[in-house]
Nanobody, 119 residues
């Protein structure tokens, strides 16, 4: 069983930056594909970025390309989301998630961290 704990959320002005962290425990971190999702009030939870087990492959939703960077440190069992040039529309609860090898869905989720971007 994998436990995921996010941190690093908060209130920031538009144009500012935040770095989210997600610490994993209870499993073999390097065997999981990882992703960040977000859910704004009244909206569905959508993927923001994902990263392969080794970290050599990443994906970003168009709305965050060139502003957000996902990375991982398998030695520290942690995945990060560096968010720059934040916009009010980035306001959401951000979740990290883990996907086991060969699985099509993410099985493990953190509790979420709130990111609020003020204009």
């Amino acid at each position: 069983q994998v436990q995921l704990v996010e941190s690093g959320g908060g209130l920031v002005q538009a144009g500012g930056s935040l770095r989210l962290s997600c610490a994993a425990s209870g499993g073999t971190f390097s065997s999981y594909g990882m992703a960040w999702f977000r859910q704004a009030p009244g909206k569905e939870r959508d993927v923001v970025a994902r990263i392969s087990r080794s970290g050599d492959s990443t994906y970003y939703v168009d709305s965050v390309k060139d502003r957000f960077t996902i990375s991982r440190d398998n030695a520290k069992n942690t995945v990060y989301l560096q968010m720059n040039s934040l916009k009010p529309e980035d306001t959401a609860v951000y979740y990290c998630a883990a996907r086991v090898i060969f699985a099509s869905t993410y099985s493990y989720w953190g509790q979420g961290t709130q990111v609020t971007v003020s204009s």
